[in-house]
């Protein structure tokens, strides 16, 4: 049974098989030019990628052929920036971060910090300006980048007018109206990087990822900058979790299935950005946070500097499957729900995202 997944990278797309009991690279789309993110076809939309190619700027394509072939569609684009606007970003698009789809409708996060909807498989993007428009937006700030951008778009299966996105740094807001109104999400959520009166403000949080188990979508997985956190509340309240060894890194992974069970990818925070003792490892919990394991058979136990992006670490809808890339065009890929890894390729583009294609069986 051949089944599917794609790897966005600084020199492509590829097209990612698994025939048996084995992945290989397929397909390569884009080659050398920046993939910074990947829309699946879903029943009401094509397949999507985003491109950043520097001075000629953001570019969509889409294909409705499996990969076959490509052609450009609609780029969002900011409305015209109101003279003697101070403290604010630019109002230009600098990369579209994360895209997501449900009931007829496309997502798409962006630096800096815009959110975007199209209702036509792409061929027009609507800024979502109740976002766009509060007042809090002002005080978002870059994390990582110069500018903050939305990163995380959940979407509840049950309905799909409720949306969570999340922003770095700017926390995590909620919409239960289809953005039409948003209210934020991240009480409990602490920024240690700030004063200690601020480091509870929900503005300024730093989630690097949020996860959502689509069949119990209240229970959402945040790895943040200063830690890790659960919500089994629809994010009313996040409660922080200990993992083992380091609570920092990028990427979460939330079991699609199953609410006790996540996947996480730790590193030495800040100045460092590499694995705990230079060996790589994902932890897994299987109890909603309580313990966490260390999975490591498969890969690399020393002088290894892999780093994890956010949308580095992915799972297949049946929560079996697990695929995850890093910074050194390393990929590996589990069939076991994390307990052993093996290597798909060493000699990748360094690994901006991973998305599944399907149910994998």
Known sequence: MTRRAWASTRKGLFELLREGKTWRVGRVSFLADPVT???????????????????FGVKLHASDDDGATWREIATPAYPPQPEGVEGDVPWKLVQVWSMAAAGGVIWAGTLPGGLFRSTDR???????????????????????????????????????????????????????????????????????????????????QDAHLIAQCASAPQVLWCQHHNGVWRTSNGGAHWSELFPPLTNFGFTVAAHPHDPETAWFVPAIKDERRVPVESALFVHRTQDGGKTFEELRKGLPQEHCYDLVYRHGLAVSPDGQHLMMGTTTGNLWASSDGGDSWQTVSNHLPPVFALRFDGVCG
């Open 37 to 55: 993110m990947f829309l699946p076809a879903g029943p009401d939309h094509p397949m999507i990628a985003a491109l950043n190619l520097g001075h």
């Open 122 to 204: 792409g061929e027009s993007w609507q800024l979502v300006e109740s976002l766009w428009n509060m007042p809090a937006r002002r005080e978002w700030m870059g994390g990582g980048y110069n500018v903050p951008g939305i990163h995380s778009i959940c979407i509840d299966p049950t309905d799909p007018r409720r949306v969570h996105v999340a922003i770095s740094c700017g926390g995590v807001w909620f919409t239960e109206d289809g953005g039409a109104g948003w209210r934020p999400r991240a009480q409990g959520l602490r920024a240690d990087f700030m004063p200690p009166e601020r480091q509870g403000d929900e503005n300024i």
